[in-house]
Every structure is written in C-alpha cells, then in structure tokens.
C-alpha cells in the first residue's frame, strides 16, 4: 500500500504501498483466469465457525485508514470498515453504507441515501454526521492524510437528516463518486480529540464484518466477526493475520497448515506446491494483478536530476529477464501506471528495450566516463554509485535488486542493496526521503486518477509523491483529467501522462505481476470474478465438519 489505489485493497480509494505478498481480503484486486486447483464439494453447507490464518510479511502501522498507506493496515481496516460506496465482483460501483445515491444533471451533486440501523461496534448508531465528522476531519490541515486532496474538491458537505448527506462540487470531479468509498470513522469516540494520538489507531471501531479483539506488534493481529454486520454476519467467525517476515518460514507454515492462506512466490506457485500435499489440502489461483513494481528515483539526488542518467539505467536493464527469471513468466512488462488491457493504459509510449550500449552513449553525454580504467563510470573524479533501498520479507523484489544490480555494473555503474525492515523503511526511509532509489510497488485502483502520486504538491513527508517527481504540464493534466467527466477527454490526458513520464521516466516500471493466492481447502464459496476472489469474504465458509478452531468471544 502505493498507485491508487490501499488498500491495499481497491474497493477503497486510497492508494496503498504494496509491501507483502498477502491479498487483501475484503475487496481484492486482479483479473481471475486460469489456474484454480480443486473444486468444492457440491454437498458442503454453509456454515457459522472456524478460523482463517493469513500470513503476511509486513504488520499492520496504523488501523486509522486516513493515516496508514501501507496495504497490511488497509487489509484489516478494510474488513472493520465501510465506505459510502465499493466495487461490486464485476468493478461497478454499488452501495455500502449508502443504499443508494442521486446525482445531479451536471454531475456537481451527489445526494447519498443512508442505511438505517447500522451500528458501530460499540453499539452506537450510524448517522450522517459520521459521514460529515470524517469529510471535515481528512480535509483538516492538522490530519497528517495523503487523502486530502479528493475531498478538498469539495464546495459544500451537509446533513440533510441523520440518513441523508449532500456533497455540492464546485467544477466537475471524475473520481467524486469512487472518493466516498473512503473509510467513514466514528464521530462519538473521535470529536474533540487528537486524531494522531487516539487509542483508536490500535484499537478501531468500525462498522464493518469483522470487530477489532487483538494486536500484538510483530506478531498477529486477530478480528472477529460481527454478529449484527448488516449484510448478514459472516461464515468465518475469525480472523487472525501472522505476521511472519520472512517468505520461506511462511511457506514451511503453509505446508505445516499453521497457516490457511498467503501469496505464493513465482517459484512456490510452479514448482513447490506441485505435489501431492498441496493438491490435496489447498486450492491455487493465478491472474493478473491491480499492480505494478518499480525501480523509483530520489529525484532530489544529484545523480538522478538528468533524465538521460534515468533513461540510461532503464537501457541497462532487462525486463524481459526479470518477468522470465524471476517471476518464471507470471507476469508481464509494464511501461506506466496502468494495468495493460484497461481503457486508460496507452501501448504508444517511448519504450527502453535491453540495450547496454545506448545506456552508455545517454551516460557518456552526461558526462558518465570510464576515465581510469577501473571498470566504473565517474564524473569529476567521483564513481557513479548509489543504493537501492527495499523492504524485508519480498523475494521477488530482492532477487530483481540483484538483478539490476549486475546489469548496471555492466554499464559502469555500482550499485549496493539494502533489506530493510518494513516499518523502519517506511517511516525512516520512504517518508523522509532517505534514499537513492527503491524497488516498490503501487496498487492501481479502477479510476485512473493519478494525483496523489504524481502531482507536485503531493511532495510534502508522508505523501506518496516521494521522489519528487515534478512537472507543470502533468499537473495541469492530472487536473484536467480528473475535471471532467468525458471518458474520450480523460484518455487524452492520461496518453499524454504517460508519455510524459515514459520520457522523463522518474520510475522505471518493471512489471505487473500476476496474483498467486493459495487456500487451504477447508474454506468454499471462493468464488473468482474480474475483481478477483476476495470480494465475498463474508459468504466464504468451512463446512462444520471441518472447522478446526473455536474464536472465543
């Protein structure tokens, strides 16, 4: 949880940092399609009980949605949550604490119609003023939110009733719908306190299918299921998320069945769950993901402000043997943003095909020189050196590190790699720039809007414009596109988008990953749409004969 994206999760529309190969329970992303192993039961019966154990490399920072932008904190604030409105399995916008919405002739007002009778999880009612308590709040410049922007468009937000609430644009806004799919928090226990201080951000209240029970840092983190959710309490009485950093220990938990679930390296995917344990105990699903990793530069370093240097280095390195050896073909090469297939995604841009030779000739106009022989470029007697920054736990992404690693010293260039510990990486790195470079990944929500990341007034600590990408004529485009509400006109601007940054490239994008999910097979009704698996966690269920564990109350 990083393109907009969450959580990790896109039936939420913040943009997440994507750090672990867990898949976001409650609104999942990607594009189901090939590759599922064993079907259900058709005698199995739902039914109430049991326990799923997911495992993830990261742990959770913050379960105040507005204030977390990694995906393990929007993974389990997504299932204690609700928006206004989510993506339905087949990504059309439906309701969720709104039954329902009207919006205006000119698209500038959208009325929102409340359900009544839901309640928080303490038992207080859900009213519109929630709904107004949150706009206020995210929009507050005391919040320290990366999420401030879409709301900020705003020209009026008002209660009507306690079920009734009103927001008025003041120009058109493509993303106003899809904004309100943000997390609302709860008025009566966050009014009049300190939003960066509040026992809430370890132990939240929500409104969602599952309750907060526990969190031990760097451990687990356990929910339980809501008995009044008002679309019908879940099957699985339980949730416990294991924090388990390190993929192979995870993998041997997986085989050991301490865990149900988790995302499998390429690797684990092809090769080691090919037997006869995995076939028999676990179900495996392969599509592509709402991602993209990258290779992201420092933009406030020196060595990186030439985009010749930036152009060079994506010369140097080989896609193709990256998505070949490493993602052993799951996946594909990327050149942007968007997800290849989608209406926003333009196949017409500047491309960066393997080839040493140009990277060297870009280099060498910059004044990048093999000067005494000793194998490394340098430039007024300094080498031409830096390191690549990336979080603990991510197989894929430090077997891609030590890729570019070897196809840059081809070039001249040396380059050093360092795993760092999430929470550390984020908070002492990310944030506070302190970094060369950093292979990471965004998700990509369903609405192309682009602003978070890539405007230039997003640059600020904590913001997700973290190398300080900017130019003029992008931001008057992220504008444009996000201000009006013809498709053909959003197009134009998210093409010239992404040429703009195919040519600058502040990233080199690498590749869109295929999802590789796999579930002990004790858990049915996984049903795979184009959003993906996760969508109906609520209706998933283990037939009573087979639970395992009791969630105690």
């Not at 590749?511 to 796999?518: G, Q, R």
Request: net charge neutral.
């Amino acid at each position: 949880m990083l393109c907009k994206p969450v959580t990790a999760c896109i039936n939420r529309i913040m943009p997440v940092i994507i750090i672990i190969t867990l898949l976001s329970l409650y609104g999942c992303e990607g594009k189901p399609g090939g590759d599922s192993h064993a079907g259900e039961s058709s005698t199995a019966i739902a039914a109430y009980g049991g326990i799923m154990v997911e495992g993830s490399i990261g742990d959770a920072s913050n379960l105040i949605p507005i204030l977390s932008s990694d995906s393990a904190s929007h993974s389990i604030a997504g299932m204690i949550f609700n928006g206004l409105v989510k993506y339905d399995k087949n990504m059309k916008m439906v309701g969720d604490l709104a039954k329902s919405w009207d919006i205006s002739d000119d698209g500038l007002e959208i009325t929102f119609h409340l359900r009544k009778g839901v309640r928080w999880h303490d038992g207080h009612p859900f009213t519109a003023d929630d709904v107004l308590f949150t706009y206020r709040l995210t929009i507050d410049p005391r919040t320290p939110t990366a999420y401030a922007g879409d709301f900020l468009r705003v020209k009026s937000a008002q209660v009507i009733d306690p079920y009734t609430f009103r927001v008025i644009y003041g120009e058109p806004f493509a993303p106003a719908l899809t904004s309100w799919s943000a997390s609302v928090l709860p008025r009566h226990l966050l009014k009049g306190t300190d939003i960066t201080t509040t026992s809430l951000a370890r132990h939240p209240i929500g409104t969602g299918p599952y309750m907060f029970k526990e969190w031990k840092t760097g451990q687990k983190i356990v929910l339980i299921s809501n008995p009044d959710y008002f679309e019908g309490r879940a099957y699985i009485d339980g949730y416990i998320m294991r924090i388990i950093p390190d993929m192979a220990t995870m993998f041997l938990e997986l085989r050991a069945k301490g865990i149900d679930r988790m995302s499998l390296t390429p690797l684990q995917y092809t090769r080691q769950t090919e037997n006869n344990l995995f076939r028999n105990n676990f179900n495996k699903y392969r599509y592509l993901s709402f991602s993209y990793t990258y290779l992201g530069y420092n933009l406030k370093n020196p060595l990186f402000r030439d985009r010749r240097v930036r152009q060079a280095i994506s010369y140097a390195i080989d896609k193709k043997e990256i998505v070949e050896g490493v993602l052993l073909g799951l996946g594909q090469e990327t050149t942007g943003p968007f997800k290849p297939g989608t209406w926003p995604y333009n196949s017409d841009v500047k491309r960066y095909p393997y080839d040493p030779r140009k990277a060297k000739e870009l280099l060498a106009e910059v004044g990048w020189k093999d000067s005494d022989g000793d194998d490394v470029l340098d430039c007024d007697g300094r080498p031409f050196a830096f390191e690549i920054v990336t979080n603990q736990g991510n197989e894929v992404r430090a077997k891609c590190a030590e890729i570019i690693q070897r196809r840059l010293s081809d070039i001249g260039i040396e380059v050093k790699i360092r795993v760092i510990e999430w929470a550390a990486f984020i908070n002492e790195f990310i944030n506070k720039k302190r970094f060369d470079a950093t292979i990471l990944g965004w998700t990509i929500t369903l609405d192309p809007d682009l602003y978070d990341v890539w405007h230039s007034s997003k640059t600020k600590p904590g913001e997700l414009n973290f190398i300080s990408f900017k130019n003029k004529e992008v931001d008057k485009l992220l504008e444009k596109g996000r201000g009006t509400f013809n498709r053909t006109e959003r197009k134009r601007c998210y093409d010239r988008i992404q040429e703009i940054l195919a040519e600058e490239q502040p990233y080199t994008f690498l590749y869109v990953p295929d999802a590789l999910p796999i579930i002990s097979s004790r858990f049915r009704g996984i049903k795979p749409a184009p959003i993906g698996i996760g969508y109906d966690f609520i209706r998933w269920y283990v037939p009573e004969s087979e639970q395992r564990y009791i969630m105690t109350r």
